[in-house]
């Protein structure tokens, strides 16, 4: 039996999707999340992790520092590292936003290069950028769909589902953003090595962060480590980390409205004043008014959801 069209495929995941999503993004197959979303509400922030998303209804633009990425339904979204990033669905209001998304576990993509022993080298088309959208070929979508049919199976799902990742993998690897991907897998690439301080600062955001020490748990050079952070992130290090904080920060005010100096000066801000201007300047209203607004329209400052 060969490939199915792209048009097949695409309907069985929409079908799988309707059926099997959750609000927690969760599925019974590890490594695999689901998102359905109907109604394309005020902007979302998140911080996202290394993904394959895939969007079979729909569509969404992502804003990363001053790069913007669209993708709709039959195209994916690549992501390498965990990110600060801006998103709005678009047309969900008329049609639920569909998307499937499957973790990039470093491990996994090593173990199928190491098994492979080599892959086609193919040009990336987004240079070091940790995000990139495509269109996804009928290859990519067949394995897709078999990997979500397996949810109507379980017990098919814990032999098949594993072998149907490794394949959603190869198709990624030997496709044009194959270099992208195969720095997740290699531990002694930039990439890999980048992660690492994002990974601190992530846990750390309201400590100070020095480039100097930044660069030295990467092994580079400071002019070398802020050259490729910005690549990779479309931020300097310190408009990084301001947006962890003030992400964090949006996520304290809900249970803390009343507290907003000492939530500023838990993620790391020693003036109110500049805490109070910048929260204003990303998210378009100062802290009360914004914690007030999410607090009575019962929304969620980090809504679980694939960026």
Not at 174 to 187: C, E, K, N, S
Request: charged share 20%.
């Amino acid at each position: 039996m060969g490939v199915r069209s792209s048009a097949d495929s695409l309907e069985e995941i929409r079908r799988c999707i309707s059926a099997h999503a959750r609000p927690d993004l969760a599925s019974p197959i590890d490594g695999l999340l689901l998102s359905r979303v109907l109604g394309a509400g005020s902007p979302d922030y998140s911080l996202t992790e290394p993904l394959l998303v895939v969007m079979a209804q729909g569509g969404k633009r992502l804003h990363l520092g001053d790069r913007v990425y669209e993708y709709r339904a039959g195209q994916y979204l690549i992501v390498t590292a965990n990110l600060p990033v801006t998103g709005r669905y678009l047309g969900a209001d008329e049609v639920p936003s569909l998307a499937m998304g499957l973790v990039l576990r470093p491990a996994a993509l090593a173990m199928l290069m190491l098994r492979a022993r080599s892959t086609p080298r193919t040009r990336s088309t987004t240079g070091s950028s940790a995000m990139a959208t495509g269109r996804a070929d009928a290859d990519l979508l067949d394995a897709v769909a078999r990997m979500l049919r397996l949810l109507d199976s379980p017990a098919d799902a814990a032999v098949l589902a594993p072998l149907t990742e490794q394949e959603i993998l190869w198709r990624l690897l030997t496709g044009p953003h194959g270099d992208m991907i195969r720095q997740i897998g290699l531990a002694d690439s930039d990439l890999s090595h980048l992660n690492t301080a994002i990974g601190w600062m992530r846990d750390n955001y309201a400590e100070p962060a020095r480039i100097e020490d930044l660069a030295r748990m990467c092994g580079m050079s400071t002019s070398a480590f802020h050259r490729h952070f910005r690549t990779v992130t479309a931020m300097s290090p310190l408009q990084f980390q301001k947006r962890i904080r003030l992400q964090q920060a949006r996520s304290l005010l809900v249970a803390h409205p009343g507290d907003i100096a000492g939530v500023g000066h838990r993620v790391g801000y020693d003036s109110p004043s500049q805490f109070t201007r910048e929260y204003r300047r990303l998210f378009g209203a100062p802290p009360g008014q914004d914690a007030a607004r999410l607090r009575s329209g019962g929304g969620s400052p980090d809504p679980v959801q694939f960026p």
